[in-house]
Nanobody
Framework: QVQLVESGGGLVQPGGSLRLSCAAS????????MGWYRQAPGKQREPVAE???????NYADSVKGRFTISRDNAKNTVRLQMNSLKPEDTAVYYC????????WGQGTQVIVAS
């Protein structure tokens, strides 16, 4: 099974940018649907962005136009570029891989505050 490790989280001011990375190991991700989810304190985990094995992307309405998901199959990596960050983007962000099973990373914390 694939193992996922996220990185790139941190503290950023409103309007700033962060780039999250998800490094996969144990399996080649080229056939997987890859995604990012987030979970804010006291809330359920929610989907943020998804990219299919063919490169088609989908975004939550709340992040459209601000976040961009991309994948580099050669490097077995998925990234989430987050621009124009808002305080409501504060959450733990999780990388997700889906094939005939689901795999999750351990998450990376993003805090948007002045």
């Amino acid at each position: 099974q694939v193992q996922l490790v996220e990185s790139g989280g941190g503290l950023v001011q409103p309007g700033g940018s962060l780039r999250l990375s998800c490094a996969a190991s144990g399996s080649i991700i080229s056939l997987y649907v890859m995604g990012w989810y987030r979970q804010a304190p006291g809330k359920q985990r929610e989907p943020v962005a998804e990219i299919t094995n063919g490169g088609r992307t989908n975004y939550a309405d709340s992040v459209k136009g601000r976040f961009t998901i991309s994948r580099d199959n050669a490097k077995n990596t998925v990234r989430l570029q987050m621009n124009s960050l808002k305080p409501e983007d504060t959450a733990v962000y999780y990388c997700h891989a889906r094939l005939n099973y689901s795999a999750w990373g351990q998450g990376t914390q993003v805090i948007v505050a002045s």
